[in-house]
């Protein structure tokens, strides 16, 4: 069975420092991998996704996460973060041919001037 | 132009009323989905619809009935309100043909038993 652990819960940061944000898998399959962010009261939104390819991705707003197999993570970065950046980010696993999303507990990153 | 609308936005209740919530998608997209996010902001799938045919149905109290008139649509429908459905649920929806996991999702439903 596919799991999802999100190793933070909670990550304070202040403003214009690096942050890193953990998530860690399991699967006996190849899996397609994700992060979606929902800032506060709306939505979630699509970070970034990993699906082949380059084991290193990019969002527009400059997060980064790379899919390292061997360590099966998924870890989500950021070089410099903004107050804007505020928000629940959660981690996601899709394995092989399934339809159903496997979700992290999700990290709440709050980023203090 | 919203991609995924829901509405009511919130909705407060007493317990024992039946409610719905209505959702539409104007992306072209083939599945739809119902998820639940509880106080600890942790997500759980509950329904997925792909051409208006359930294909997930999750451990669900069978006082939660959804509905799906067309492929842009997908309701959901709560009879008998407890004090643990208060939650925000959010519909979302993606194309089958694409990789599950690429979903849109809505602004969500606050719903609050009282």
């Known amino acids: 069975a596919q799991s999802v652990t999100q190793l933070d819960s909670q990550v304070p940061v202040f403003e214009e420092a690096p942050v890193e944000l953990r998530c860690n898998y399991s699967?006996?399959?190849?899996?397609?991998l994700f992060w979606y962010v929902q800032y506060p009261n709306q939505g979630l939104q699509l970070l970034l996704k990993?699906?082949?390819?380059s084991t290193l991705v990019e969002s527009i707003n400059g997060f980064e996460a790379e899919f390292n197999k061997s360590q099966t993570s998924f870890h989500l970065r950021k070089p410099s973060v903004h107050i804007s950046d505020t928000a629940e980010y959660f981690c996601?696993?899709?394995?092989?041919?399934?339809?159903?999303?496997?979700w992290g507990l999700g990290t709440s990153l709050a980023v203090n001037p | 132009d919203t991609a995924v609308s829901q509405t009511p936005k919130y909705l407060v209740t007493q317990m024992g009323n039946d409610k719905s919530i209505k959702c539409e998608q104007n992306?072209?997209?083939?599945?739809m989905y119902w998820y639940k996010q509880d106080s600890k902001k942790f997500l759980k799938i509950m329904f997925s619809?792909?051409?208006?045919?359930?294909?997930i149905n999750e451990t669900v109290p069978n006082r939660f009935s959804p509905k799906s008139p067309d492929k842009a649509h997908l309701n959901l429908h709560i009879n008998s309100l407890e004090l643990g459905d208060s939650a925000v649920y959010f519909c979302?929806?993606?194309?089958?043909?694409?990789?599950?996991?690429?979903?849109?999702f809505g602004p969500g439903t606050r719903l609050l038993v009282l």
């Open positions: 990993y699906l082949s390819g």
């Open positions: 619809y792909n051409n208006k045919e359930l294909i």
């Open positions: 996601a696993v899709n394995a092989g041919n399934n339809r159903k999303l496997i």
């Open positions: 992306l072209g997209h083939d599945t």
């Open positions: 699967s006996s399959v190849s899996v397609y």
């Open positions: 979302a929806s993606s194309q089958v043909s694409a990789v599950a996991g690429s979903l849109d």
